[in-house]
Each structure stands twice: as C-alpha cells, then as structure tokens.
C-alpha cells in the first residue's frame, strides 16, 4: 500500500488500487455490520488509537456518527428559547440538561 495519508484531503496520494481497496474493505465492514449497535467496535478494532469526529453519508447528507461530546443540541435549544421566549401563555418548564451536553 502507499504511504499511509493523515488527512481525506492527501486521498489523492492513493494509488487507485488502494482507494479501491480501503473503499472495498468500508464496504464489506458497513455491511457486516448491520443490524450492530452503533458504538459496537470491530473485532480487529481498525480506528483503534484514532480520534474520528464526524461521519456524514454521502446519499442523503445525513450524521452518521458524532461522540457525544460534539452534540449542540441541547445549548442551541437553550440559546434560541432565550432569544425568542414565548409570547403569551404559559413558557415550557425548563428541561434537565443532558447527561451529555456540553459544560458552560
């Protein structure tokens, strides 16, 4: 295989033989994987030592995995109740920050 890359920007240092490969090998984990929960690791643990941030499909844009850590959800909700309250009526009690949402 060629010089390992650190980076998706350095795939183009990839021979096409090993893109093709890394893309088989994705392939035949992804489906082996199913019906897996999503923090399962693989047997031979391949990202083991390796930080992976964020993974997004490419068919339909959608997250495919994020630590929990980089979850904003909870802070933007917060940020944007504050900013736009309600208007008449009763506001929505406040709810209990996540066990995994970001510390202020």
């Known amino acids: 295989m060629s010089a390992p890359v650190r980076h998706f920007i350095d795939l183009w240092k990839l021979s096409a033989e090993d893109l093709r490969s890394i893309l088989d ?3 035949a984990r992804k489906a082996a994987r199913k019906g897996w929960h999503k923090g399962r690791v693989d047997a031979d643990a391949p990202l083991k030592e390796r930080v992976l941030a964020m993974v997004f499909e490419k068919t339909d844009s959608g997250l495919v995995y994020a630590p929990p850590s980089m979850d904003l ?13 309600v208007k008449g009526g009763k506001p929505a009690p406040a ?10």
């Open 25 to 27: 090998d994705a392939k």
């Open 73 to 85: 959800t909870n802070e933007l909700v917060r940020t944007y109740n504050e900013k736009y309250p």
């Open 95 to 104: 709810a209990p920050a996540a066990k995994d949402a970001p510390v202020q």
